[in-house]
């Protein structure tokens, strides 16, 4: 089974939502309260294979109960058993290749069914496969949901390790339908000691218990002893939950979270293998970084043409985006009880494997390169220390554009609904220009005069300032090469720069002259393997220090200026 799109109306947060997923691996991020958790939860009760499901009035959007709750899932590759016109078969839609509905299938179209949740007034519910042909629909059992194969690994992982109804240990058992029976046959023996049961009696259980053993070695959970299926003690009953597995004398339950939660996908993997959704909220939740990588790899891993795996999953952990690629992440947005789910430009990739946290921000800083990336972070402390919010407590995350890429980032990042801003040099057209961007919901900070930022602040800066940019050059390049660099680039060429800088002003060269030679220096002359003075991110940073030292008085500048409102946008005060 695959789900191919959702519809929720009047649930929780969400009051309307309508999308379709394009994807078999799929992970939403957003901030928190956007409903992405939410969006789990109706699939999980629309695909539930319980015949009730517990609501109550704050289920309803905005707790209004004369609406009824509709949640409708559209899912593909549908069991055989229930494309018969005995069972829902008459009421298959079509799905085409480009994600279009139609409630007649046509040629080439895969066969899905829409199964819809509603709960009334009443808290009545009622799973219905509906069609705009028959709108009344037919009510869908809860057996035949299970057969649709949708699991939710969330907080209550223990059922999981129980045969009990809708367990993937129950799934991953051969000829369930003898469970009873074993059920029966382990109460009996309850009466002394489960080991007096005849093995053969138990072997299904025993064969799942070694399946179970087998897929979590691959992500690391070895069992200390053995896995087999053993009454739980503490147990009331012999019922559902009563069976469950252990591992050796201790039942899995009493295991840490993190081994239970990589056990319960490694178990739902396999049982994935004939078709199924799996359903995980924060992923991360429980589980070591190391562990997490490995996770993620082996499930993408499984993840191939064949389609045969389906994941829906949240997080919010930057180690869990830079497992991903861009094509895999949506972005949750809801703006009064409106949600969209928002694909994320391929584009961003850079962004997802060298700033993953970015998508976990409210706000995106886009800087056009490291030079920028340094300033900003010395700011942000100078700021901290008096008395401002950090970056970190104002929802910002600071994003590499990546040199003449930045302004397309950041672009993307204002279509996808977050709070952007982009600093960067004017000596290149903009490609997009600022009025697009602006159109995008982004404010570009973008120095005056067509400068990179090496040549304002050697604009801008007071004499002793840009003297101490040079000697911070000097201390990191060559105390000749910066010299020649600057001469190189002077109109009286001839004139040697000999001396402290502090003193050049006194050799007889045009002060203008001079800072424009500087800055052109600063930003174009080659060093090693880089190309200007101060693209590295920890010389920014000092270079950062030395304007911050000066802001008296160059904040009437337009480097002033430009900080300002980078101040403002920051912390939302201007």
Not at 69 to 84: A, F, M, N, Q
Not at 336 to 347: C, F, H, K, Y
Not at 444 to 457: C, N
Not at 513 to 519: N, Q
Request: overall charge negative.
């Amino acid at each position: 089974m695959k789900l191919r799109r959702v519809q929720i109306e009047r649930f929780r947060g969400i009051k309307s939502l309508d999308w379709k997923l394009g994807g078999d691996f799929v992970c939403l991020i957003g901030p928190g309260d956007s409903t992405k958790t939410t969006i789990l939860d109706a699939v999980e009760c629309a695909l539930s294979s319980r015949w009730n499901i517990q609501f109550d009035d704050t289920d309803f959007y905005d707790a209004k109960t004369d609406e009824p709750i509709l949640i409708t899932v559209t899912v593909g590759d549908l069991p055989e058993v229930l494309k018969s016109e005995a069972k829902y078969g008459y009421l298959a839609k079509g799905w085409s290749a480009t994600g279009e509905c139609h409630d007649e299938p046509e040629d080439g179209d895969e066969l899905v069914l829409s199964v819809q949740l509603r709960v009334d007034h009443s808290l009545e519910q009622s799973w219905v496969v509906v069609n705009d042909r028959d709108p009344e629909g037919k009510p869908i059992t809860a057996k035949d949901r299970e057969a649709l194969g949708c699991t939710r690994l969330g907080d209550f992982l223990d059922r999981h390790f129980s045969w009990g109804r809708g367990s993937v240990l129950s799934r991953l058992t051969a000829n369930a339908d003898s469970l009873s029976g074993i059920l029966a046959e382990a109460a009996r023996a309850a009466r002394g000691t489960l080991a007096d049961t005849p093995t053969e009696k138990l072997a299904n259980l025993r064969q799942a218990a070694d399946t179970a053993r087998r897929a979590g070695s691959e992500f690391g959970v070895a069992a200390s002893s053995e896995y087999r299926p053993h009454l739980d003690v503490q147990a009331v009953s012999v019922g559902v939950g009563g069976l469950s597995l252990h591992d050796g004398e201790v039942p899995l339950r009493r295991a840490g979270l993190g081994t239970r939660r990589l056990l319960a996908v490694a178990m739902q993997r396999e049982v994935a293998k004939d078709g199924g959704l799996t359903l995980i909220d924060e992923v991360e939740h429980g589980i070591e970084p190391h562990r997490i990588r490995r996770l993620l790899r082996v499930l993408r891993r499984s993840d191939g043409p064949d389609g045969e795996r389906h994941m829906l999953m949240t997080t919010h952990a930057p180690v869990v985006l830079a497992e991903l690629d861009a094509t895999e992440l949506r972005v949750v947005r809801c703006e009064d009880g409106i949600t969209q789910v928002l694909r994320v430009d391929p584009a961003l990739q850079p962004i997802v494997l060298k700033a993953s946290e970015a998508f976990l921000a409210r706000k995106v800083l886009v800087c056009e390169g490291k030079t920028e990336i340094g300033l900003c972070r010395r700011l942000d402390q100078w700021w901290s220390d008096n008395g401002c919010p950090s970056f970190g407590l104002s929802g910002v995350a600071l994003a590499d554009g990546g040199g003449s890429e930045a302004p397309k980032i950041a672009k993307v990042f204002g279509e996808l609904g977050y709070d952007v801003a982009l600093l960067g040099d004017s000596d290149q057209p903009l490609n997009p220009d600022e009025a697009t961007l602006k159109a995008s919901g982004v404010q570009a900070l973008l120095w005056d005069d067509g400068f990179a930022l090496e040549q304002r602040v050697a604009q801008d800066l007071p004499w002793d300032g840009v003297a101490s940019v040079i000697e911070l050059a000097i201390e990191n390049c060559t105390d000749q090469g910066v010299r020649d660099a600057i001469k190189a680039r002077m109109k009286d060429s001839a004139k040697d720069l000999t001396g402290s800088p502090i003193g050049w002003l006194a050799l007889g060269i045009a002060e203008n002259d001079l800072r424009a030679a500087i800055g052109i220096a600063a930003k174009a002359h080659k060093v090693g393997s880089r190309t200007g003075w101060f693209k590295r991110v920890d010389l920014a940073e000092e270079l950062a220090g030395i304007v911050i030292r000066h802001f008296d008085v160059v904040a009437h500048t337009d480097l002033g200026r430009k900080i300002c409102c980078l101040r403002g946008w920051a912390h939302g005060d201007g």
